[in-house]
């Protein structure tokens, strides 16, 4: 595939494991002749019918509870979540069907499906429409939790998510599916548990996922002119955390800022300090530093919104204050 | 004298019973029946611990749709109240005692306990605790059959789905959300509304605008039937009767069984809001009693056997016991196993 927008990128990833699968079907609203609300199923029912494109009606919690059972029995549902903030809706049956019915079932189901969609804050949108789910169900066990930031890595990971044989909660973001970039033309899958470093390098180590890793590629243009060398690397896998890439990482740089789009308090930096701590603490030559959303329901002014989330400027200032004075 | 809803009539002459059929139907609730008296007497002496729900007084109910059904290809969904609709489906007495007793050889492993039964060799989909919870994941179930049959050419799924849950779910959006989507796609799935009028200690006609269940079903333009819970030939014929729509692609049934809980919510409920006129007015309607009568009027048993039935049946459980008291108690070592499908 020449070059591909994010969007037809994961597009590309369902048709093809719909192609190759029987069992893979999606549902959620306008997810058929819609197409979804940024396309990611454009006509696609049109190749496979409406009952593997299914519109459901505005019922986030029953029709996500279905998708569990169609799991269960054999099936290998993809759910789109609108807008992933909408799927609050569906916490239970996320939460206790979805992630630990596995267990509390001692084994008896398993429950392969994807929950997939838009999150994160996007333009405007206000707060309700700006959530950043993956903090609030980091917390569950029996889910994966998968952050996608481009068009290559949103292919190969939702094709991995859709084979993998647990839930998977994937998210993308609302501002990236514009995103263009060239795709191998021959079939390539991600691992699900693995980070991706990004930019290596020796100063200091940035921890970032989903849009903000684009955040800190745009500080690393600036940083680079003023003789920064941050190694980036993008978690990819919010749940587990792939502590091997980030060990390698610390062991080399001895220093960590994480960058995040979630809020401060409960968040997924809140998860790694606390996890760098237990495993890597004399590895440190400074506090970890978490450069976060603030706590506050995302404001709809777009002046408030930019000073709610983490802007380049910060980072380039982080960076450069933790690495130019040493602390 | 309390007024009670008026229960429907039925007929034992407008049905074909036979005398294995009857033999079945008595065993399967005098299990069910035995059972639950069991778990009172190890949750007071202590083996059993936790919220445990008894279902004595509604066997009916799941003895009368599980049967109607094929168990072991159909799917069975339940509540916290699972005990019983996870024999009638066919899991062995002593899983289900094990499970209770928390040890590896229950049916979930020793994880799921009371509120979570589950075998997916039995197609028991579950005991889900939270209030109507359950309902959305049965609908998807059956949405599995239909997609099966439909999308995968597979004539073979032809699989019905039983939904069991209470009067209380009734008022849950899931059961308006997931009875609207399984009536639009027509699903093969029984919803089975045991009504036994109290969620907990909220009287049913306190907590809803139209207290007839059934008849809710016909706003989404789907069948929907009361039936008299404490009469398992009655539920029986309005299960098949669901079962053969279903199975023929016709669509889902709501079937509102009008029971009554024997005890109270859990055995951790003093069960003090019940008057005693109506627990007399039920306790007289007792289903056990009601299917005994039948069979040795019409001639189909005799007391000597059903006196077999119940001692085999006393037997089987007095086994279970044994076999749970003396299974091994979960592997600490695996204390993480299960979480994912690989583990």
Same mark, same amino acid.
């Given at each position: ?327 | ?40 007497? !190890? ?71 009371? !509120? ?35 999308? !995968? ?20 959006? /899931? ?61 029986? /014929? ?76 006393? /037997? ?28």
């Amino acid at each position: 595939m020449a070059e591909t927008l994010f969007f037809n990128a994961l597009r590309a990833a369902i048709d093809e494991e719909m192609a190759r699968d029987a069992t893979v079907f999606v549902l959620g609203e306008d997810v058929g002749h819609y197409g979804g609300s940024y396309k990611v199923t454009k006509d696609l029912y049109k190749k496979y019918g409406e009952l593997r494109l299914l519109d459901t009606p505005i019922a986030e919690n029953s029709f996500t509870g279905m998708a569990v059972g169609a799991a269960m029995t054999g099936l290998r549902p993809i759910v789109e979540g609108m807008n992933m903030g909408f799927l609050l809706l569906a916490f239970n049956q996320i939460a206790n069907n979805a992630g630990m019915l596995r267990y509390t079932s001692g084994g008896n189901f398993k429950i392969p499906m994807v929950i997939r969609g838009p999150g994160g804050v996007g333009r405007q949108l206000g707060a309700e429409h700006s959530q950043r789910l993956e903090a609030y169900f980091q917390a569950v066990p029996g889910l994966k939790i998968v952050a996608c930031s481009t068009p290559y890595n949103a292919k190969g990971l939702l094709k991995s998510a859709i084979r993998d044989e647990n839930p998977v909660l994937f998210f993308e973001h609302v501002l990236l599916y514009n995103l263009k970039e060239d795709l191998p033309e021959t079939e390539y899958l991600l691992p699900l548990d693995k980070a991706e470093v990004v930019r290596p390098g020796k100063d200091v180590t940035i921890l970032t996922y989903s849009r903000m890793r684009h955040h800190v590629l745009q500080a690393v243009k600036t940083l680079e002119k003023n003789g920064f060398d941050p190694e980036v690397i993008d978690l990819i896998s919010l749940k587990p955390l792939d502590f091997d890439t980030i060990g390698d990482s610390i062991r080399k740089t001895h220093r960590v800022i994480i960058v995040e789009e979630c809020m401060r308090t409960g968040g997924i930096g809140a998860e790694l300090v606390a996890s760098i701590n237990d495993r890597l603490f004399d590895e440190l030559d400074a506090p970890v530093l978490r450069l976060s959303s603030q706590d506050i329901p995302t404001p709809y002014n777009g002046a408030l919104e930019r000073l709610t989330i983490v802007q380049p400027e910060q980072i380039i200032e982080a960076v450069e204050k933790m690495v130019a004075l040493r602390i | 004298m309390v007024q009670e809803r008026t229960l429907p009539t039925f007929s034992a002459a407008s049905t074909q019973l036979s005398k294995e059929e009857g033999l079945r139907l008595y065993e399967d609730m005098i299990l069910g029946r035995y059972f639950e008296d069991k778990c009172a007497e !190890m949750y007071y002496r202590g083996k059993m611990f936790g919220f445990v729900h008894l279902y004595n007084g509604q066997e009916a109910v799941s003895t009368g749709v599980i049967q109607a059904m094929r168990p072991g290809e159909d799917y069975v969904c339940s509540t916290y109240r699972d005990h019983v609709h996870a024999l009638s489906a066919g899991v062995p007495a002593k899983q289900v005692m094990a499970e209770l007793f928390g040890k590896a050889t229950g049916c979930s492993k020793g994880r799921g306990g009371s !509120m979570h039964m589950f075998s997916q060799e039995h197609r028991l989909l579950g005991g889900y605790a939270f209030v109507a919870e359950g309902i959305p994941v049965a609908t998807g179930a059956a949405f599995q059959s239909k997609y099966r049959r439909e999308m !995968m050419g597979d004539e073979s799924a032809d699989q019905v789905t039983a939904c069991f849950f209470g009067d209380g779910a009734c008022n849950n959006g /899931q059961f308006f959300e997931c009875l609207n989507m399984a009536a639009l796609w027509k699903l093969p799935i029984l919803y089975v509304v045991e009504n036994n009028k109290w969620a907990i200690g909220m009287a049913h006609e306190r907590a809803t605008s139209q207290p007839e269940i059934y008849k809710k079903a016909s706003v989404f333009g789907m069948a929907g039937v009361e039936v008299d819970g404490m009469d398992v030939l009655a539920v029986r /014929q309005v299960a098949q009767e669901a079962v053969a729509r279903a199975r023929a692609g016709e669509g889902p049934t709501l079937i509102e069984a009008l029971t009554y809980r024997f005890r109270g919510h859990s055995l951790a409920d003093p069960d003090e809001l019940r008057s005693k006129d109506e627990k007399e007015f039920w306790f007289a309607r007792d289903p056990i009693k009601k299917l005994a009568a039948h069979l040795t009027e019409q001639d189909l048993a005799s007391q000597e056997e059903l006196k077999q039935i119940e001692q085999k049946i006393q /037997q089987e459980i007095d086994e279970a016991v044994k076999f749970a008291e003396s299974s091994p108690e979960p592997d600490p070592n695996e204390l993480y196993r299960y979480i994912f499908a690989e583990d």
